[in-house]
């Protein structure tokens, strides 16, 4: 099983249990992709509308160990370019993260 599924269904099994959805998150209609984790505990998400519409732009959303959420629209890019240079206005990521030597690793 991908990493992508197992936190979709971590998620789904946190907010049945009682966790609160945040309101950013259409759960009857949109989808979270996860597409990237840090070393910390933060994952990285892809907020999809499950409507097929070429207009509607995807979102990144970014959750916390803590479980706490942020928001961005930007694309894939953007977001990562910010980081990176240390321009994405963010209280849940730390920049000091982007002077690490980066690594990929097939998610």
Known sequence: MSGAIEREMALELLWEAGEEVPAAIDRENDRLIAWASTGDGEYLYWLVPEKNDS?????????????????????????????????????????????????????
Do not use: K, M, P
């Open 55 to 107: 207009q509607v732009r995807r979102r990144i959303a970014v959750q916390d160990y803590d479980g706490d959420w942020e928001f961005f629209d930007f694309s894939c890019t953007e977001f990562l370019l910010r980081w990176i240079n240390g321009q994405l206005d963010t209280n849940l990521i730390s920049s000091a993260f982007a002077e690490f030597e980066h690594s990929f690793i097939r998610y």
